[in-house]
Nanobody, 128 residues
Framework: QLQLVESGGGLVQPGGSLRLSCVAS????????IGWFRQAPGKEREVVSC????????KYADSMKGRFTMSRDSAKNTVYLQMNGLKPEDTAVYYC?????????????????????WGQGTRVTVSS
């Protein structure tokens, strides 16, 4: 059974950068889209981004465009989220999850119910 594990979170100052990793075990990520979501304290979970199986298609929520970049390394069975220009409002627990690759090229890419195999999350805190 596929399991996803996120890492790379931590405390960073506003304007700083972090790179989150989503590593898969028990199966290959190669045939799936991967999405990143986040949940801030007291708020609902929201989509961050999605990357399809080939890595050629990525989608980002409007507030992340130009600051966040997803990539994937099939050899390492890992997907990354590079986050630059971090803001206090980016503080949240970040989760990765798997979806059928077609999801990332449809309007459904931002719907959490399209995803499964959720990781346990990694906490990102942006504060001075």
């Amino acid at each position: 059974q596929l399991q996803l594990v996120e890492s790379g979170g931590g405390l960073v100052q506003p304007g700083g950068s972090l790179r989150l990793s989503c590593v898969a075990s028990g199966g290959s990520l190669s045939y799936y889209a991967i999405g990143w979501f986040r949940q801030a304290p007291g708020k609902e979970r929201e989509v961050v981004s999605c990357i399809n199986s080939s890595g050629y298609t990525t989608k980002y929520a409007d507030s992340m465009k130009g600051r966040f970049t997803m990539s994937r390394d099939s050899a390492k069975n890992t997907v990354y989220l590079q986050m630059n220009g971090l803001k206090p409002e980016d503080t949240a627990v970040y989760y990765c999850a798997r979806a059928e690759t077609i999801v990332c090229v449809t309007p459904r890419w931002n719907a959490s119910h399209e995803y499964d195999s959720w990781g346990q999350g990694t906490r990102v805190t942006v504060s001075s």
